[in-house]
């Protein structure tokens, strides 16, 4: 233990800043397609209330879609570092595009249900048929993106695995801008840019229809594919991907290696629908609580989720790290570099605490100025403060381990630490109370089933990184190898 300890304190002072570097990226790019919802939600808002109902309604249906495919084409990296790490650059082209075929194929599914059955999920959800129409003409419209945001969450992954994380950013960025006015010409119409810019604009920009949560939708669409060709574009001419000539010759579809990429993709993904999922159904069953507590919990909810997008980033740059050093065939070192990131989700869990601890009331107050709201949110984030360090370790430790390719594990935790214990149990205290001794506790019990159940995640996630990175750096186990 005391050689364990000495040898992680000197890959800490050699390993902290190029996992930070590679981290901060891939946060700016997750921030910055957060902030794409953000913008939707905020502009068809101050159009109507129905169409912000159309966008609410449609988000909660096409984000676990999108979620669930980016999940599974996450399965890319740990290949993509593995690969680089252990000097076989030839390999990596064919993979990729092993991966944009399953990505092709997962982004025309998305599209064709969002076509085909969301009026039965609104008429089963009792959706008012106004909001219905329009969020069904929205989800329509954004589902001739999904090909594209799949496009580019490929070559995302292909770009992180290569230790190049900031195209993901700049390109992220540009999408952002241009969701910007392309949701303020179509949301708004010609009159909108009438208001805006005033008058003397071409008669073709006035007489632009205001098309509402549909207008939305198209503009989502636009930079769901301007994203993805920015990033085959950039993939193609940039240098920074050395002698992989992604582009040079395509590859045709090799079922057994779309077999292996989707043997650790599809795990990631649904470890991440179960985890939206959480939210959606909390969400759901809290209704009931009246507007205060829905209010309360969503303001809660979208500050700290924020701040979940450093350790978040912190976990995706430990794959790449992970993988890269075991690729290269030193799985001692990449024990070491996994423990080390872990001990940095720990201290970041600690700096997001302060951060809520010190800002709390000023930020709640951006958000509402209804007293009651406000109290209550203060409250939630309290309890939030409790989950940071679970909640930064569970990111933390899942990432690490997908650099061991060990994603199947994840997903059964997560499965059981998330809708089991945070679920089952926060329902039963928020809605039945604990036998005869607790009453129920409204919306804290549903956060304190949160506390437990990313607990339970982090103490089972650590005992597997715990194992199998001993086991690998033992020679006990072997990493799967990537032909």
């Known amino acids: 233990m005391v050689h364990f300890i000495r040898d992680l304190l000197r890959v800490s002072r050699q390993d902290t800043l190029p996992l930070i570097r590679l981290a901060l990226p891939i946060c700016g790019a997750q921030l910055a397609q957060a902030g794409m919802s953000v913008v939707d939600v905020m502009m068809t808002g101050r159009l109507s209330a129905t ?17 669930f495919m ?8 740990p290949v993509v570092a593995h690969l680089l790490g252990g000097g076989q650059r030839h390999a990596i082209r064919i993979q990729v595009h092993q991966a944009l075929w399953i990505g092709f194929a997962l982004g025309l599914l998305s599209a064709v249900l969002l076509w085909t059955t969301v009026r039965p999920i609104f008429a089963v959800m009792g959706v008012p048929d106004q909001v219905a129409e329009r969020a069904a003409a929205y989800l329509a419209a954004v589902g001739f993106g999904m090909p594209g945001v799949a496009i580019f969450q490929t070559l995302r992954s292909f770009s992180d695995g290569m ?12 999408g952002l801008a241009v969701n910007i006015p392309s949701n303020y010409l179509l949301i708004y119409g010609g009159d909108g840019l009438t208001a805006l810019l005033g008058e003397g604009l071409p008669d073709a920009l006035q007489a632009l229809p205001a098309l509402g949560a549909m207008g939305c939708g198209i503009a989502t669409a636009l930079s769901m594919w301007l ?11 940039s240098r920074a991907y050395g002698d992989v000539e992604l582009w040079c010759q395509p590859a045709p579809p090799r079922w057994r290696l779309i077999a292996e990429l989707l043997h650790v993709g599809v795990p990631i993904g649904v470890a991440i629908f179960v985890e939206v999922t959480l939210f959606t159904l909390i969400a759901l069953f809290i209704a009931s609580l009246g507007e205060v507590t829905v209010a309360a919990h969503q303001v809660a909810l979208n500050y700290t989720s924020l701040l979940f997008m450093l350790p978040l980033s912190l976990g995706m740059a430990l794959t790449v790290r992970v993988g890269n050093t075991l690729g290269q065939g030193r799985p001692q070192r990449a024990r070491l570099i996994a423990w080390n990131g872990i001990l940095i989700a720990f201290l970041v869990a600690l700096l997001n605490c302060l951060i809520l601890w010190s800002t709390a009331s000023s930020v709640v107050a951006l958000y509402t100025h209804d007293a009651a709201v406000q109290q209550l949110t203060l409250s939630l984030i309290g309890l939030a403060m409790i989950f940071q ?8 430790l899942a990432g690490a381990l997908r650099g061991y390719k060990d994603t199947r594990v994840i997903m059964l935790i997560t499965l059981l630490a998330y809708w089991l214990v945070g679920l089952g149990g926060g329902h039963l205290l928020g809605m039945h109370g604990l036998f005869n001794a607790v009453s129920p506790l409204g919306v804290h019990g549903y956060w304190i089933g949160l506390i437990a159940g990313l607990t339970v995640a982090a103490v089972l996630l650590g005992e597997r990184l715990r194992r199998r990175s001993k086991a690998v750096a033992l020679g006990k186990e072997d990493i799967p190898q990537t032909d």
């Open 70 to 77: 980016t999940g599974t084409l996450m399965g890319l990296t």
């Open 51 to 67: 169409d912000l109902a159309a966008v609410s309604v449609g988000s909660s249906l096409w984000m676990p879609l999108m979620l």
């Open 163 to 174: 230790n190049h994380t900031r195209p993901a950013l700049w390109i992220s960025l540009v």
């Open 227 to 237: 994203m993805g060709l920015a990033m085959a574009f950039y993939t193609r001419l």
């Open 389 to 396: 360090v679970s909640d930064s370790l569970q990111v933390g």
